[in-house]
Structure formats: structure tokens, C-alpha cells
């Protein structure tokens, strides 16, 4: 039934019930306490800590009935967070909660505030149904006896939180006549509450006191949260990652000697820095409860070869001074070579475990192998030959004259290659290629400077970006696509060698037999077994994966332009382009391949 039909039938129905007509009452005050109140529709911000109850709760049945025993009352108001500082999901997940409990208390304490005691039926009415005197039975069917007042004090009523870190307070009116809300009353319930920790002992003194102590829901104990220990961590002062990035400046050229690859520390210099770990923090609940925290955990200092642990155990230090690494697992030193020259009759030939740092050119005829990385500040000369176990950068560019080899197990970075084979693992940069013999496990990129390739034949077995490819004299370009170019490098070396050894072999066996003809043959034998052995090695490992290469043959080549002349190998397919093409793109399609 609607409000404006209660009143109606409270008005023109003069039968209507007692109940109906309370109901009606509670309505009715509902009502205008609920045109008191800001509409969300007139734009108003909504306080997401306020917990919204619709007009018909318990609640406002209670404020009801209150309101008209003491004439004015302060409209409810139950909001969690009147400050703003409580975390927003807590305060969502709580008002969940609150509101259950609410409906559960609020009913409870509205039918015992309504609470009708019926009067006791009398003893001689009882005795009558057993045949007593009609007088009496007259007399106790006209007894009325009145229902007994309900009493009821002011009622402290805690909520607390689910982690028990909060605790509110809400405290329900006296109900006729009924002792009102005291301090001894609030510390009392406190007390039967188990409630201990973190109260606020001002506000449960002033509310006592004050005119919204009812029907308002205040925040009267904050316990202290715990905070875990941070973890342990290392602050490195060298990086673990060496970005080996060439950068192209507004003159399409790249500066070669910024690359930087070799970091160099001095011996006792400080690698990384260890910051400890921190203990938890435990907190307390509102019940004076102790919540637990953990501490952080500990972490190691990364320490590798040539390096040490200071006495206070934070410090990684260098035990030799040389080029920090990270290898993964750990900081180690590499001892660094520094050849402050040219590398030539002066220096030999040079083989170092660690890096090698070479300020001028390596000459016609030396041999330079390292372990870790090489830096080169000029050229590498024809009939040179260089080795990096790591990185191989050369500022000035690789010029050789058919016999200069030079391999790196990583990548290599050059200004230019010129008639020289170049063996790398991993990526090849440069600004040019002419005639040169380029085995590749990953892509070959001529983009920076002139970013040609002419002559020679280029194996990558990812991709290869160049500017152009060829030339227009169409002298013969060789790009082959796909496949395992550093293991068939090996295997072209070592097939060489032991066509060498084979040949070497005739030719000490035409000899007169001698001590020392017996010695060199027995060694020669030696060296031919170990170079067939490898050779057969390289051969299983190729057939073991052919399968597979055949089937995924996903080589690609970019170009500005290619030229005439210029052949193109993927896999079993070879083309060779008859005119020249723009903005080419070769790649295998359906067995097939296709330049766009």
C-alpha cells in the first residue's frame, strides 16, 4: 500500500488497526525525513564510505519511534570513513558485511522495543473451564489487564572489521524512559566487547555528550596494521645488459668507437652494492591481538671469477682490474689486454684468455684471439687473422685480400668488409661489403652510410636489410638465405684442411725413409684422423636437421634495390633477377620464391 493510501484510509477509515495506523506513522516521518536528505539525482557527489538504507529498514522504524518520544532528532547517518583515509576496497567489502549485521541488530532491537507482553491468564478463569462459579467466570472474562511498559537503555553496539584492524561504534536510544548514553556505559561495553586497542578515548568522551550520539555510526578504534620486511636487493653500478646498439646520426653515419663494449673497473672498485633485507613489522588488533609480519628475504651477492666480498659484507669488489660481466648468475672480471699500438712486430701475435683492446690497426701477417671481447681502434689489414670469443668491433674496417679471416662468436661490428671472410654467431653490421664471403647465423644489416652490397657471396640465416644489392655492372651477388651458414663454414675449413693434410701426406711419403720422416708421418696421421673425425661430426649434425630446414625456410631479404646479376638462394631454390627491382622483397612462398 502506498504512502498517499494509508493516509487516505487513515483519514476516512475510522476501523482501521493499530498497527496500520503506526505504520503509517513511520511512513509518513520516513518520508520527510527522506525530503530532508540531498538527492544523488540533483547531481550531489556520492560519499562511497555511506551505507544507503532504504526508508522501510528497522533502522528508521527505530528513529521513528524515538523521534516521536523526543520530539527532534538528528537524521541518521552511517558512514565508515568520515575522513577519507581508510583504503576504498576495505570500505567496499565492510559495507557489505555492516549492512547485514545492521539489518540483523536493528530487528532485533525494534521487536524489543515493540515488544508486547500479554497478560498472564488468571488462575480462577483457568479454575472456571474446570467448572468453577459462574460469578467468577464473569468477572475474569471482563478483566483487563494492561501490557507492561517496555524499558530499554541506550545500547552500544561495536562492529568490527574482518582483519578486526577497525571498530565502529553505533548506539541505539533509549526506549521508554530508559537510562541515555553515558561514558561508564560506552568503557563498559568496551570492556564486555574485548575492545582494547587503539581506542579513541576523546571521542568515546565526547559522545556521550553529544547530540548525533545515536543513529550515527563513528569509528572508535583503529588497530595497527603489520608491514612485512622488504626483500633483500642489489644495486649494480655496472649493467648487466650490454646494449650494443649503432646509432645513426643526421649525416647517415655511425661512430663505430661509441659502441663501448668493454667496461673496465680497477682492482678494489666497488661492482654492486647489497641493500639488506628489513624486518617485518608486527601489528595489533582492536582486540589487542598481534598480527604476525614477515621479514624480508635475504638475497646473495652475485660473485664470479675475480671478485671479492668486502669485510662488512655489502660490497662486491674487483679482486684485478679488467672488463666486468654479467654471465647470468654472477659479476666476474675478465683481465683486459691493452695494446696502446698497432699489433705488429712489437706485440706478436696475440692470444689472451680475457679482452683485448687494440688503439691502432692489426697488420698484414698477425693473429689477434681473445676469450671475451675485441676492440679495434683502426683497421684489420689483408692476411690478418682475428679471433673474438665475444664481441668484435672494428672502427675502421676489415680489409683483406682474399686470405684475411675473421670470426666472433657473438657479433660484429665494422665500418666496412672488403674481400674478407667473416664467420659470425650472431649479428653482422656494417656500412658496405664488397667481394666478400659473409657466413651468418643471424642478419646481416648494410643500412648505415653507403649500405651496399657488391660482390661476393652474403649466408644469413635469419635476414639480411641492405640499400642495394649488385651493382649495375651486374658483377655476380651471391645471397643465400636460411640454413646453418657457420656449420657449413666449418665444415668448408676443415674439408680444406684435410685436403692440405692429404697432400702433405703424399709428399713426406715419397721421401727417404728417415727417423724424422717417421715422426712428421706419425703426426700427420694423428692430424688427418682428428680433421676426418670433425669433418664426420659436422656432416651428422647437418644431415640431423636437414629435414627440418627443408621445412622451415623462413629467410628473408629487404632492399632499397637489387641490380642485375644478383642471385637469390633459398633452401633448393635459386633465382636470378634478369632487371633490376625496387623496394624488393624476397622471401620463400609455397616452394617458391617470390620477389616483391
Not at 476501523?15 to 503506526?22: H, I, P
Not at 646520426?249 to 661512430?255: G, I
Not at 661492482?271 to 598481534?290: A, M, N, S, Y
Not at 712486430?345 to 676469450?371: C, E, P, Q, W
Request: aromatic share 6%; hydrophobic share 35%; proline share 4%.
Amino acid at each position: 500500500m502506498s504512502i498517499k493510501d494509508k493516509i487516505k484510509s487513515l483519514l476516512f477509515s475510522p476501523a482501521l488497526k493499530e498497527e496500520d495506523k503506526e505504520e503509517t506513522r513511520n511512513h509518513t516521518a520516513g518520508a520527510g525525513h527522506a525530503a530532508d536528505e540531498p538527492s544523488e539525482s540533483l547531481g550531489v557527489g556520492v560519499d562511497e564510505s555511506l551505507l544507503e538504507l532504504p526508508q522501510e529498514h528497522p533502522m528508521y522504524q527505530l528513529y521513528n519511534l524515538q523521534r516521536r518520544s523526543a520530539g527532534y532528532l538528528p537524521t541518521p547517518r552511517i558512514c565508515m570513513d568520515e575522513d577519507g583515509v581508510l583504503p576504498a576496497d576495505m570500505i567496499q567489502r565492510e559495507k557489505i558485511r555492516l549492512r547485514t549485521v545492521l539489518n540483523k541488530e536493528c530487528s532485533l532491537r525494534l521487536k524489543e522495543a515493540r515488544g508486547k507482553k500479554s497478560a498472564p491468564k488468571d488462575k480462577d478463569a483457568s479454575r472456571s473451564k474446570d467448572g468453577g462459579k459462574p460469578e467468577e467466570k464473569a468477572e475474569g472474562k471482563h478483566k483487563k489487564k494492561e501490557a507492561e511498559p517496555v524499558i530499554l537503555d541506550a545500547r552500544p553496539f561495536f562492529f568490527l572489521s574482518a582483519d578486526k584492524l577497525y571498530a565502529w561504534l553505533f548506539v541505539f536510544p533509549p526506549v521508554g524512559g530508559g537510562a541515555d548514553l553515558s561514558r561508564d556505559m560506552i568503557y563498559q561495553a568496551l570492556v564486555e566487547r574485548e575492545i582494547a586497542f587503539g581506542v579513541d578515548t576523546r571521542l568515546a568522551d565526547r559522545l556521550a555528550h553529544g547530540d548525533r550520539r545515536y543513529f550515527t555510526l563513528y569509528l572508535i578504534a583503529k588497530g595497527k596494521p603489520a608491514f612485512d620486511g622488504k626483500n633483500g636487493n642489489i644495486v649494480d653500478n655496472f649493467p648487466r645488459v650490454i646494449e650494443r646498439v649503432l646509432e645513426v646520426n643526421e649525416y647517415d653515419q655511425v661512430d663505430y668507437t661509441a659502441l663501448n663494449l668493454i667496461r673496465n673497473v680497477k682492482q678494489g672498485e666497488e661492482i654492486c652494492r647489497l641493500i639488506r633485507p628489513t624486518e617485518g613489522e608486527p601489528g595489533r588488533t582492536v582486540l589487542d591481538q598481534e598480527l604476525p609480519a614477515k621479514s624480508g628475504k635475504s638475497v646473495p651477492l652475485p660473485k664470479g671469477r675475480n671478485t671479492e666480498i668486502s669485510e662488512d659484507g655489502i660490497s662486491l669488489l674487483a679482486s684485478i682490474a679488467g672488463h666486468v660481466e654479467y654471465t647470468g648468475r654472477s659479476f666476474q672480471v675478465k683481465p683486459v689486454l691493452d695494446v696502446p699500438g698497432n699489433v705488429d712486430f712489437s706485440t706478436g701475435n696475440i692470444n689472451f684468455l680475457g679482452d683485448v683492446n687494440i688503439k691502432g690497426d692489426v697488420l698484414s701477417g698477425f693473429t689477434v684471439r681473445a676469450m671475451g671481447n675485441i676492440q679495434v681502434g683502426g683497421a684489420v689489414e689483408a692476411g690478418s687473422t682475428v679471433e673474438a670469443g665475444g664481441d668484435l668491433v672494428v672502427v675502421k674496417g676489415i680489409l683483406g685480400d682474399g686470405s684475411t679471416v675473421v670470426r666472433s662468436h657473438r657479433s660484429i661490428f665494422s665500418k666496412y668488409i672488403e674481400n674478407s671472410t667473416i664467420y659470425v654467431r650472431e649479428n653482422l653490421q656494417t656500412d658496405c661489403i664488397i667481394n666478400g664471403s659473409i657466413y651468418c647465423d643471424g642478419e646481416v644489416q648494410v643500412r648505415s652510410g653507403r649500405g651496399s652490397i657488391m660482390g661476393g657471396r652474403i649466408w644469413a640465416a635469419k635476414k639480411i636489410t641492405a640499400r642495394a644489392i649488385g651493382a649495375p655492372s651486374e658483377c655476380r651477388t651471391a645471397i643465400t638465405l636460411g640454413g646453418l651458414p657457420c656449420t657449413n663454414f666449418e665444415r668448408e675449413v676443415v674439408q680444406k684442411e684435410l685436403r692440405e693434410l692429404e697432400q702433405e701426406l703424399e709428399k713426406m711419403e715419397c721421401q727417404l725413409d728417415s727417423p724424422v720422416k717417421s715422426s712428421l708421418l706419425s703426426k700427420l696421421r694423428i692430424k688427418l684422423s682428428t680433421a676426418e673425425l670433425k669433418l664426420k661430426q659436422l656432416e651428422d649434425e647437418l644431415m640431423d636437421i636437414k629435414i627440418e630446414l627443408q621445412e622451415k625456410e623462413d629467410g628473408r631479404l629487404e632492399c632499397s634495390v637489387a641490380y642485375p646479376g644478383t642471385e637469390i638462394s633459398i633452401g633448393e631454390e635459386t633465382l636470378r633477377l634478369r632487371r633490376e627491382a625496387r623496394q624488393c622483397v624476397a622471401k620463400m612462398v609455397n616452394g617458391e620464391i617470390v620477389v616483391t
